[in-house]
T-cell receptor, first 111, second 115 residues
Framework: KQEVTQIPAALSVPEGENLVLNCSFTDSAIYNLQWFRQDPGKGLTSLLLIQSSQREQTSGRLNASLDKSSGRSTLYIAASQPGDSATYLCAVINSGYALNFGKGTSLLVTP | NAGVTQTPKFQVLKTGQSMTLQCAQDMNHNSMYWYRQDPGMGLRLIYYSASEGTTDKGEVPNGYNVSRLNKREFSLRLESAAPSQTSVYFC??????????????FGSGTRLTVV
């Protein structure tokens, strides 16, 4: 069974810092990996989708990388802002049907 | 820009009551899913529907039933609610089941409390 781990579980940084969120998975035979953002009491918003054949994806201040062979992905957030405060979830899909989620990293960006 | 719409957004049930959670998507996606999210457990798949007319169990199906009414709609039914079913329920959809290369879109959730 695919296991997805996100480190750290919680992170607090001052505004303006660049930061990295980590995601690791045990089964490297994935089709794609998706990063989501979840605000308190809200649903999941898709941030970036990386296909298995890709190494990275970028959207604005966000950059996600994928290293299938080592079972790792990182989400890089540049010049963090208080509005970036949220929980960030990593999810992978293998040959089956379900997204396998990590438990998330709770990010707080302080002014 | 509706995407995936879930109703209701909040619900309180008494133990033993039944209810149906509704989900509809307007993206012409083939596959739809129901997840539950619990503190410390993350998101877990309850049921999914690969395509219209098919449904299959996920990781935690006990106590639930589903209906894929048509391509747009996928409902989740609790026949006899239990306190252990207190959770936040999310519906999601994707372009295709196998090799879902287009990612998943989630609804905003239904917050269910069973007392």
């Amino acid at each position: 069974k695919q296991e997805v781990t996100q480190i750290p579980a919680a992170l607090s940084v001052p505004e303006g810092e660049n930061l990295v969120l980590n995601c690791s998975f045990t089964d490297s035979a994935i089709y794609n990996l998706q990063w989501f953002r979840q605000d308190p009491g809200k649903g999941l918003t898709s941030l970036l989708l990386i296909q298995s054949s890709q190494r990275e994806q970028t959207s604005g201040r966000l950059n996600a990388s994928l290293d299938k062979s080592s079972g790792r992905s990182t989400l890089y957030i540049a010049a963090s802002q208080p509005g970036d405060s949220a929980t960030y979830l990593c999810a992978v899909i293998n040959s089956g049907y379900a997204l396998n989620f990590g438990k998330g990293t709770s990010l707080l960006v302080t002014p | 820009n509706a995407g995936v719409t879930q109703t209701p957004k909040f619900q309180v049930l008494k133990t033993g009551q039944s209810m149906t959670l509704q989900c509809a998507q307007d993206m012409n996606h083939n596959s739809m899913y129901w997840y539950r999210q619990d503190p410390g457990m993350g998101l877990r798949l309850i049921y999914y529907s690969a395509s219209e007319g098919t449904t299959d169990k996920g990781e935690v199906p006990n106590g639930y039933n589903v209906s894929r009414l048509n391509k747009r709609e996928f409902s989740l039914r609790l026949e006899s609610a239990a306190p252990s079913q207190t959770s936040v329920y999310f519906c999601a959809s994707s372009e295709a089941l196998a090799r879902a290369n287009y990612g998943y879109t989630f609804g905003s959730g239904t917050r269910l409390t069973v007392v």
